[in-house]
């Protein structure tokens, strides 16, 4: 009998959001890349150019443009690299809370007592 290799696991590339410090995979992430033009989001992940990458949550957008994101890719933004990146920022999904945990079996329309 001949035995069967073991089946390799893939790997997959794992990145850090510069917004949270998470590490992810690289796929779940959206790329930003430092070009000649100025800083690009890059949607393919395979420009040329120096990258960073953050999370599709306004959260980490908004904690990456106060200066981590300016040092990952170590460049200062322009006024107009920012303006660009806050009206990618604004097409994103709001922040999804976290549904309550719920206390007891009491129904929620009974008076409590």
Known sequence: M???????????PQRT?????????????IRLVRTP????????GKMR????????QRSCWERALKGPLAQAL???LSPTDR??????MATL????????PQTGS????????
């Open 17 to 29: 959001c510069v917004g949270c410090r998470e590490v992810l995979p690289k796929r779940s992430l």
């Open 37 to 44: 033009d100025g800083v690009k989001v890059d949607p393919t």
């Open 83 to 88: 303006e660009h990146l806050l009206a990618f």
């Open 93 to 100: 999904p709001e922040e999804e809370t976290a549904p309550q």
């Open 106 to 113: 009491r129904d929620p329309g009974a008076p409590a007592g």
């Open 74 to 76: 170590r460049t200062e």
């Open 2 to 12: 001949v035995k069967a290799k073991p089946r390799r696991t893939k790997h997959v």
């Open 49 to 56: 150019g120096r990258g960073a990458y953050l999370h599709n």
